[in-house]
């Protein structure tokens, strides 16, 4: 089992930057994929980016060149750098672990005013 805790979230106005934050409660080196996701509201939950162990990433289209995903097994933790903020950014962004079974975090909100 492990907890996932999502922290970085805000206000910010389009064209700025967050930096999110995913710290877990143990050892993180082990956990081939981690990944993280959005829901927008009135929307399905969506990847916008994965990680492997290995460093291999993933984006989903509409943040590619925009954002990235890193993470640092000596602390446990995956970032999530954004970049050039859009309005359609806007939504509630959680980590995730692609273990069987997959654990979540509760979340963090970003909004991005026009």
């Known amino acids: 089992q492990v907890q996932l805790v999502e922290s970085g979230g805000g206000l910010v106005q389009a064209g700025g930057s967050l930096s999110l934050s995913c710290a877990a409660s143990?050892?993180?080196?082990?956990?081939?994929?981690m990944e993280w996701y959005r829901q927008a509201p009135g929307k399905q939950r969506e990847l916008v980016a994965g990680?492997?162990?290995?460093?291999?990433?993933n984006y989903a289209g509409s943040v590619r060149g925009r954002f990235t995903i890193s993470r640092d097994n000596g602390k446990n933790t995956v970032y999530l750098q954004m970049n050039s903020l859009k309005p359609e950014d806007t939504g509630v962004y959680y980590c995730?672990?692609?273990?069987?079974?997959?654990?979540w975090g509760q979340g963090t909100q970003v909004t991005v005013s026009s």
């Open positions: 995730s672990v692609l273990t069987t079974p997959r654990y």
């Open positions: 143990r050892s993180i080196f082990s956990i081939v994929t």
């Open positions: 990680i492997t162990r290995g460093g291999s990433t």
